[in-house]
């Protein structure tokens, strides 16, 4: 078996109703134009406020994709 190499790239996603749906909205939002999704790992959870009231929920996330040589992988991820 030979080695693997994998890409990770940083996202954001937001939610008006928790974290987790911020996460999960960001990785499943992610899967439609980066294939081989390994893993999604959350950085950083923050919330946005207004007067003093909660607005949104934020998570960023650092999603690592098994890299394919045979593939331009940064352009695919340009087009979207």
Avoid: C
């Amino acid at each position: 078996m030979g080695d693997s190499v994998y890409v990770v790239n940083e996202i954001v996603g937001t939610s008006t109703v928790s974290w987790e749906d911020a996460a999960k909205s960001a990785i499943e939002t992610a899967a439609k134009s980066v294939k081989d999704l390994r893993i999604g790992e959350v950085v950083t959870q923050d919330v946005t406020l207004e007067n003093g009231k909660v607005v949104s929920y934020r998570v960023r996330l650092n999603i690592s994709f098994k890299y394919h040589p045979d593939k331009v992988w940064h352009e695919e991820i340009r087009k979207h």
